[in-house]
């Protein structure tokens, strides 16, 4: 009887809480109208909810859901974001929610997991994994147990995973584009085999499937017509004093480099490299040095815009974590099933396997309607970074994924 009442109060309590009221212009009234000027260029107000969730992943009996958020690492820009999403919005639904970071040590990432099976502390488990192969058995072992598993960014390498939201570098929609880009550069500066376009990748790490991957997409774009050299850095483990010394010495042994992809962004290292050998120019300058980064981060922003680098290949974790968050709410709270097909055909409900789409973004595109996904920019460091209220949940009906809403839950599972 207690609990029951308990429950009761809990759902009150949630159910009055203050909802996002829009004021003239899409501006919802918790939003401070500087704050307003900030965010209105980035979204379209008419496909984004704010703050839906509220109360939504409460059990029957009062308690919490319980996730764990298990990450590979936190020292950029996408991660934080990432987490400040997921934890906002599931915090908001009634979620109990755990972050731990393995920070690139994958048998460390394997242990966590496995004592989060033993101690049988979560119902889900949201997992960016180190090592996607090896993760598959205790990602297998997990949803044995009962707990599912929902896996973002990059997927482990096993059929049993409860679902997926993400992207595959390695296929000429995502980091092919990148390759072709540098093709169609070298074919336009008349390169040869003989006298070929020299691209410099900075690697991240050889170790991390990821990285593999987007070192593939790239060559997969490039083709085989050997117009086009790829130098590669050693690995710099996503650190920027590596990443601008990798810069320093492949410039001083290829002068000529006329391309650069880092595997892990970091601007700001790009930046300051070219800069100390005197090649930090716009497009269209001789001494312009083509610059492609994988993932967006604030210190990108400005030389996209202004043409000093040519662009990036990325969607971000607003798009993803989205995706995570609707994925585990129909599933594991409101005990729909998840279906293989192709969502982005429009062609299944609730979608297991979701690819979020990663647009060539440049000066051109990164500001535009073609610059957003599902109702708002690809370019997330744009929005208020740390106020996590202020993101909206997006609108990803066109793939299947409805906002859930408690309406939803009294008619699927009863309270």
Same mark, same amino acid.
């Given at each position: 009887?207690?609990?029951?009442?308990?429950?009761?109060?809990?759902?009150?309590?949630?159910?009055?809480?203050?909802?996002?009221?829009?004021?003239?212009?899409?501006?919802?009234?918790?939003?401070?109208?500087?704050?307003?000027?900030?965010?209105? $260029?980035?979204?379209?107000?008419?496909?984004?909810?704010?703050?839906?969730? =509220?109360?939504?992943?409460?059990?029957?009996?009062?308690?919490?859901?319980?996730?764990?958020?298990? =990450?590979?690492?936190?020292?950029?820009?996408?991660?934080?974001?990432?987490?400040?999403?997921?934890?906002?919005?599931?915090?908001?639904?009634?979620?109990?929610?755990?972050?731990?970071?393995?920070?690139?040590?994958?048998? %460390?990432? %394997?242990?966590?997991?496995?004592?989060?099976?033993?101690?049988?502390?979560?119902?889900?488990?949201?997992?960016?994994?180190?090592?996607?192969? !090896?993760?598959?058995? $205790?990602?297998?072992?997990?949803? !044995?147990?009962?707990?599912?598993?929902?896996?973002?960014?990059?997927?482990?390498?096993?059929?049993?995973?409860?679902?997926? !939201?993400?992207?595959?570098?390695?296929?000429?929609?995502?980091?092919?584009?990148?390759?072709?880009?540098?093709?169609?550069?070298?074919?336009?500066?008349?390169?040869?085999?003989?006298?070929?376009?020299?691209?410099?990748?900075?690697?991240?790490?050889?170790?991390?499937?990821?990285?593999?991957? =987007?070192?593939?997409?790239?060559?997969?774009?490039?083709?085989?017509?050997?117009?086009?050299?790829?130098?590669?850095?050693?690995?710099?483990?996503?650190?920027?004093?590596?990443?601008?010394?990798?810069?320093?010495?492949?410039?001083?042994?290829?002068?000529?480099?006329?391309?650069?992809?880092?595997?892990?962004?970091?601007?700001?290292?790009?930046?300051?490299?070219?800069?100390?050998?005197?090649?930090?120019?716009?497009?269209?300058?001789?001494?312009?040095?083509?610059?492609?980064?994988?993932?967006?981060?604030? !210190?990108?922003?400005?030389?996209?815009?202004?043409?000093?680098?040519?662009?990036?290949?990325?969607?971000?974790?607003?798009?993803?974590?989205?995706?995570?968050?609707?994925?585990?709410?129909?599933?594991?709270?409101?005990?729909?099933?998840?279906?293989?097909?192709?969502?982005?055909?429009?062609?299944? #409900?609730?979608? =297991?396997?979701?690819?979020? $789409?990663?647009?060539?973004?440049?000066?051109?595109?990164?500001?535009?309607?073609?610059?957003?996904?599902?109702?708002?920019?690809?370019?997330?460091? #744009?929005? $208020?970074?740390?106020?996590?209220?202020?993101?909206?949940?997006?609108?990803?009906?066109?793939?299947?994924?409805?906002?859930?809403?408690?309406? #939803?839950?009294?008619?699927?599972?009863?309270?």
């Amino acid at each position: 009887m207690f609990r029951n009442l308990l429950a009761l109060a809990v759902l009150l309590a949630l159910s009055a809480a203050p909802l996002a009221q829009q004021t003239d212009g899409g501006r919802p009234s918790f939003i401070s109208e500087a704050d307003w000027t900030q965010i209105k $260029p980035h979204i379209d107000p008419e496909r984004v909810q704010w703050n839906p969730y =509220r109360g939504l992943a409460v059990r029957k009996d009062g308690g919490p859901y319980r996730i764990l958020d298990l =990450r590979t690492w936190m020292g950029d820009d996408f991660q934080v974001v990432g987490y400040g999403l997921l934890k906002t919005q599931l915090e908001a639904a009634g979620v109990k929610y755990t972050m731990l970071s393995a920070e690139f040590d994958a048998p %460390a990432q %394997a242990r966590m997991l496995e004592d989060a099976i033993a101690t049988k502390s979560y119902d889900a488990i949201i997992l960016h994994p180190v090592d996607r192969v !090896a993760m598959a058995a $205790p990602v297998e072992k997990a949803i !044995a147990a009962g707990i599912d598993v929902y896996g973002w960014i990059t997927p482990v390498q096993t059929p049993k995973l409860t679902a997926f !939201a993400g992207y595959k570098s390695d296929e000429m929609d995502a980091n092919g584009q990148i390759g072709k880009y540098f093709l169609d550069l070298a074919q336009k500066a008349g390169a040869t085999p003989d006298k070929p376009f020299i691209v410099l990748e900075i690697w991240g790490s050889r170790a991390l499937p990821i990285c593999v991957e =987007r070192y593939n997409g790239v060559k997969m774009g490039l083709g085989d017509s050997g117009i086009v050299k790829v130098v590669e850095s050693v690995d710099t483990g996503g650190q920027p004093e590596a990443q601008l010394k990798a810069i320093q010495d492949a410039f001083a042994k290829y002068s000529n480099i006329s391309g650069i992809y880092p595997q892990f962004g970091d601007a700001n290292a790009t930046i300051e490299g070219l800069r100390s050998v005197g090649r930090l120019a716009p497009i269209g300058d001789p001494k312009h040095v083509a610059v492609i980064l994988q993932d967006v981060d604030k !210190a990108m922003l400005p030389p996209v815009r202004d043409g000093t680098f040519d662009g990036t290949v990325s969607n971000g974790p607003w798009q993803q974590a989205d995706v995570v968050i609707k994925q585990f709410l129909w599933h594991t709270v409101l005990k729909q099933p998840l279906q293989d097909g192709d969502p982005l055909a429009g062609k299944v #409900d609730l979608p =297991r396997k979701v690819l979020v $789409p990663e647009p060539f973004l440049t000066d051109k595109t990164i500001d535009t309607k073609a610059g957003q996904l599902w109702g708002a920019t690809i370019a997330f460091t #744009d929005m $208020p970074l740390g106020k996590w209220t202020y993101w909206p949940t997006l609108d990803t009906t066109s793939i299947g994924l409805p906002v859930p809403t408690l309406a #939803d839950r009294k008619r699927l599972v009863g309270y």
